[in-house]
C-alpha cells in the first residue's frame, strides 16, 4: 500500500511543506529512515536525525522550524507523536479489512454475522453464534456454541471461546487466548480424591477490552467472570472463574488472579503478580511487579512485595534489608563484648 503525502496530511488534518506527490510505503524510525518510508519527529533529542534522515516524510509539529535544509517533506501536526499513533492505528485498520469466507471453515447453519466478516481458513463456528459487524476472524478460532460477539471485534489464529462466552464491541483478542475454560473447580472426598464441579456459568468482555496473546479466562461456577469496559490484558494471564474486573485496569504479564476476587476501575497491576481469591481491591491500586497481594486492598493504595506492603513501607524496610548481615555482625559483636566484660 503507498500513500501521498496529501492523503496523510488529509487523514492527520496536517499541512504539506515539500513535495505533495511523494509517495510512502513502509514505517521506519527516524534514524533509520529510508527511501519510501514514513517517519515523525516528537522528542527534542533526535531533532539532529531529521536533517539526515533518508525517509521521505517526516511527521513534525506545527512550530517546527528547520535550521538546516532538509530532503524530507514535512507533514505539519498540532502533536506528532498522537497523530502518528493515529496513523498507525489508520495503518492497520486497513491492512486487517479482509473481507469474506475462506475454504475449509465451519459454519453453523443457525450461526449468524453481520457485515464486513471475515473467516480465515480452519475457523470453526458452533450452534446459534451471533457476530455483528466487522468482525474479523483469523485462521484456526474456534468459536463454540452460543457465543455472541459484538461489533469491530478482532480475533487472532488460534484463539478459542468456549460456549455461551459474550464478547463486547472493539474488543481484540490475541492469538492463543482462551474464554471460556473451566474454572479449577474440584472439591475432595473421604479417600481423598478430587470429583469436578461442574463450571456452568460463562465469561463476559465488556466494550474495548484488549486480551493479550495466551491468556486464559475460565468461565464462572456459577453466574459471569466478568472483564469491564476498557479493560487491558497482556500476555500469559491467568483470569480464575468468577473474577470481575472493573473498567480501565490494566494488568501486566503472567499475572494470576485466583477465583471469586474483585478488582476496581482504574488499577495498574504490573507483571507476575500473584492475588488470592475471594479479595477486594479497590479502585486506582497500583501493584508493583511480583507482589502477592492475599487480602482486601483499599482504594488508591500503593502495594510491593510478598506479602504486599505499602510501598513505602517497603522501600524504607529494603534499606534494613539490604543492611541485615552488617547488623547481624554488629549484634554479635556487642554480644561477645558483653561476655567478655561478664567473664571478668
Not at 124 to 150: A, C, Q, R, S
Not at 174 to 196: C, M
Not at 212 to 235: E, W
Not at 265 to 270: A, N, P
Amino acid at each position: 500500500m503507498k500513500f501521498t503525502a496529501t492523503q496523510i496530511a488529509g487523514i492527520l488534518e496536517g499541512e504539506v511543506e515539500g513535495n505533495p506527490q511523494i509517495a510512502v510505503h513502509k514505517l521506519s524510525k527516524i534514524e533509520e529512515g529510508e527511501k519510501g518510508s514514513l517517519t515523525f519527529l516528537a522528542n527534542p533529542k533526535y531533532t539532529s536525525y531529521i536533517y539526515s534522515t533518508k525517509a521521505s516524510i517526516t511527521i513534525v509539529n506545527k512550530d517546527f522550524i528547520p535550521e538546516q535544509s532538509l530532503s524530507t517533506t514535512l507533514i505539519k501536526v498540532e502533536d506528532a507523536y498522537k497523530s502518528f499513533s493515529k496513523l498507525l492505528e489508520y495503518y492497520n485498520q486497513v491492512k486487517n479489512n479482509k473481507v469474506g469466507v475462506e475454504s475449509p471453515s465451519f459454519i453453523s447453519e443457525s450461526s449468524r454475522y453481520g457485515e464486513g466478516f471475515y473467516l480465515g481458513a480452519f475457523s470453526y463456528l458452533g450452534e446459534n453464534v451471533k457476530i455483528g459487524d466487522n468482525v474479523k476472524v483469523y485462521p484456526n478460532v474456534y468459536i463454540g456454541d452460543n457465543v455472541t460477539i459484538g461489533d469491530n471485534v478482532m480475533i487472532f489464529a488460534g484463539a478459542k471461546i468456549y460456549s455461551e462466552s459474550i464478547i463486547g464491541n472493539h474488543c481484540t483478542i490475541h492469538s492463543g487466548v482462551i474464554i471460556g475454560a473451566d474454572g479449577f473447580g474440584f472439591t475432595p472426598n473421604a479417600n481423598g480424591e478430587y470429583s469436578k464441579v461442574p463450571q456452568t456459568g460463562n465469561v463476559i468482555l465488556e466494550d474495548n477490552v484488549d486480551v493479550g496473546a495466551g491468556t486464559t479466562i475460565d468461565r464462572a461456577t456459577l453466574g459471569s467472570t466478568i472483564l469491564r469496559k476498557g479493560v487491558k490484558l497482556d500476555n500469559q494471564i491467568q483470569i480464575a472463574h468468577n473474577v470481575e474486573i472493573g473498567e480501565h485496569t490494566a494488568i501486566a504479564a503472567q499475572t494470576g488472579i485466583a477465583g471469586s476476587t474483585k478488582i476496581g476501575k482504574h488499577c495498574l497491576i504490573g507483571g507476575q503478580v500473584g492475588i488470592v481469591g475471594h479479595i477486594t481491591i479497590g479502585d486506582r491500586v497500583k501493584i508493583q511487579a511480583q507482589s502477592g497481594i492475599g487480602r482486601n486492598v483499599k482504594d488508591d493504595e500503593v502495594l510491593q512485595g510478598s506479602p504486599a506492603l505499602n510501598y513505602g513501607d517497603f522501600n524504607k524496610s529494603y534499606v534494613h534489608f539490604k543492611n541485615l548481615p552488617k547488623l547481624v555482625n554488629q549484634i554479635s559483636n556487642i554480644e561477645k563484648k558483653v561476655e567478655g566484660e561478664q567473664d571478668k
